[in-house]
């Protein structure tokens, strides 16, 4: 297999087990991973509360937002629909929150669909042909369009025109339809699958990062106020370290984090009632869950710290590989607790301090092997 057939295939198991993790979430059957970076039923409700409605209002990705306050304005001034934008991103990071600020800075309404929503090229022409000028259509998780909308997208980008066609098999035809200037803002969590001639039909790219622990605690006051949450800046600090990065979790640990001080406590969140509480949730100084530190246990107490394959992993925490890979790995990889070597995972020394252990002498970090070496699956 070429190294890009290996990629298309990890990202194709990827969104397969990020769309199992939605569902699980909307089942309540996920309601324990109070860290996953997918919103369940009950964020989605809360979260139309909690997004900022204005650029001002949005904090941190400073550069994106510079950029884009200048793209809006100069459109603004011109009073024509600014370029297409492209939001790229892990879940969580306000890519939706973008969206819906850029259709407000402009003054103009949004539609909004997501690449799964539209099974039929049909799908898409309804949207596209009803628009009025100037309109928002916003394309959630657009590296999923299917092949004949993602085509019918390129011209309606492009020319500002669709493709219409009208009957079946030898006899259809194309009807050429011209459809109002709009704006396409599209998001996703994985732009490296676009095809480039659509990733190309976009003028703006903002690629969101993870936060700094100090815009968390920002972000995680303004929510207090708006949650009626008495906060003590202690405790908005308490709960930014273990937000994994990630805004949307960092309001829902905000809102466990209230439910405990209200049941136990007098209702205010300070430095020891947020301990507490995240203590009770599982949630250590890092963000890391019972499902992470199981991961990391597993490599460094049955295997010396790996390597390990990822499917004995697995078997050792109890779970699919692939939640494993998906939804643990790519947290620890980034807090650089675990490496992907080709012979398996492998525990980094960080990972063996974060336990409270010293890493053995020799281990020098990823790939550096320690204790039994290749490891077995029944040992
Ligand atoms: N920069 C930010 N400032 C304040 N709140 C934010 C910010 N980014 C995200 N959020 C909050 O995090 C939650 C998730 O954001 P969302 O835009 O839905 O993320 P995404 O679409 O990238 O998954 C929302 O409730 C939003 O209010
Ligand atoms: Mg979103």
């Known amino acids: 297999m070429t190294r890009r057939a290996d990629e298309d295939e ?10 199992r993790a939605a569902a699980a979430r909307d089942a309540d059957r996920d309601a324990d991973r109070v860290v996953s970076p997918l919103a369940d039923a009950d964020d989605r409700v809360i979260e139309t509360a909690l997004r900022p409605k204005r650029l001002a209002d949005f904090v941190g990705q400073q550069r994106v937002r510079d950029q884009l306050s200048l793209v809006l304005e100069s459109a603004v001034r011109r009073g024509r629909p600014p370029d297409h934008v492209l939001l790229s991103g892990p879940p969580g990071l306000g890519k939706t929150t973008i969206a819906m600020i850029i259709a407000a800075e402009l003054g103009m309404p949004m539609r909004i669909t997501s690449g799964p929503a539209i099974e039929r090229s049909g799908d898409l022409a309804a949207v596209l042909s009803t628009l009025t000028e100037g309109e928002v259509v916003f394309i959630d998780e657009i590296h999923r369009l299917a092949r004949p909308a993602e085509e019918m997208l390129y ?51 903002a690629h969101m990062d993870f936060y700094q622990p100090a815009e968390l605690e ?19 600090a308490e709960l930014a370290g273990r937000s994994r990065g990630t805004p949307r979790i960092a309001n829902r640990l905000l809102r466990r984090v209230r439910d405990y001080a209200e049941v136990k406590g007098n209702g205010v969140v300070d430095r020891a009632v947020a ?92 790939g550096g092997l320690t204790g039994p070496g290749m490891a077995t699956l029944f040992d």
């Open 275 to 366: 301990r507490a509480a995240l203590e009770l949730y599982e949630v250590d100084e890092q963000g890391l869950d019972r499902l992470d530190r199981a991961v990391l246990e597993a490599l460094i107490r049955r295997y010396g710290g790996g390597p390990v394959g990822l499917s004995t992993l697995a078997v050792l925490v109890g779970e699919e590989a692939v939640t494993v890979e998906v939804v643990a790995e790519p947290f620890l990889v980034r807090r650089g607790l675990l490496a992907r070597t080709p012979r398996g995972r492998v525990a980094t020394p960080a990972a063996w301090e974060h336990l409270g252990l010293t890493p053995p002498e020799g281990n020098t970090g990823p």
């Open 155 to 205: 011209l309606a980008m492009e020319d500002f025109r669709v493709d219409v066609v009208v009957g079946k098999g030898p006899g259809a035809t194309a009807i050429p339809l011209d459809i109002a200037p709009f704006t396409l803002v599209g998001a996703t969590t994985r732009s490296g699958l676009l095809p480039a001639p659509l990733r190309d039909r976009f003028g703006f790219t």
């Open 10 to 19: 990890l990202a194709a198991r990827e969104a397969e087990a990020l769309d």
């Open 218 to 236: 920002i972000i995680i006051r303004r929510s207090a106020g708006l949650l009626g949450v008495t906060l003590r800046d202690e405790g908005a």
